[in-house]
């Protein structure tokens, strides 16, 4: 037994000192990753401490330590909210929509960018994509306003002047999760197409230089090279993208909903705000988000899992 123990006790001494010879060879490097690695020790794993009070009253006199204890209290209230299955419903749906009509837009866009020549004109292009994702939400919203609204929009304005009747575009509840996925496409997809340029990057040009010889136009070298080069990283992109299925726009949403929009526009983002800020229930508010982490969590490893069945590689 005591032979185990020496044994084990070497062992780690002997990985501990290797770890140090490792981390002073490369030092530089270490240093370099250091930044990242506080930014999330300080604002990821620390922060962690305060799902507890997901499980306590929060109480700002009390503290943190000396708050009730309430166990699953808040979760059961959250869970039996007349609006929570409402809640459920639109924030699904405002990100299927976003998964399905988005998420391939920057693959296309980049694919697009990727066959452009000149590369003046390259640069310009993705200058201009890349812009609308500068723009605040608040900025994104008056200019949908300003383009849709049923007294002052542009688009009224012209259906009025054509003899046209009026269309509600921001008052009517049917328009609203497709509002929200082409204010997402027109200001996101441009940056989305940065990870895929990069991937595209990589592809060697001698590939494409063999299949010219072998006759194959511009959309078979897409078909045949690009799309199955890139494929990892839309996979990785695509898993990550399921982890935030639980997660809208929080500033988005707050700035599009209005009393006519209410029941397609609650979220999971905007209970919290309502509860947790306006109402000061701090542990409401802690409770949804850490509901929605087991969510995103859940379907990460759920997709990671399918894809590794699939044959293909995952995040881990």
Known sequence: MQSNTAAK???????????WINMLQHKYMYALALPGILFFILFKFVPMWGLLLAFKEYNPYSGYTGS??????????????????RMLRNTFAINLFGLILMFPVPILLALMLNEVRHEVFKRLNQSVVYLPHFLSWVVVASMTFF????????????????????????SEPNYFW?????????????????????AMAGVDPQRYEAAVMDGAGRFRQIWHITLPAIRPTIIILLILRLGHMADVGFEQVLLMINPLVVSVAEVFDTYAYTHG???????????????????GLILVLAANYTVKKMGQEGIY
């Open 277 to 295: 800020i306006l109402k000061g229930q701090i542990s409401v508010g802690i409770t949804v988000g850490m509901f929605k982490g087991v969510v």
């Open 9 to 19: 006790t070497k062992t780690s001494s002997a990985v501990r000192s290797r770890l």
């Open 147 to 170: 383009i849709l609204s049923s007294d002052v929009g542009i688009v009224n304005k012209l259906l009025s002047d054509s003899g046209h009747e009026t269309i509600a575009f921001l």
């Open 178 to 198: 497709g509002l929200i996925t082409l204010q997402n496409m027109w200001k996101e997809a441009g940056w989305g197409t940065i990870i895929f340029l990069a």
């Open 68 to 85: 009730e204890w309430v166990g699953l209290k808040h979760f059961a209230e959250l869970f039996g909210d007349d609006n929570f299955y």
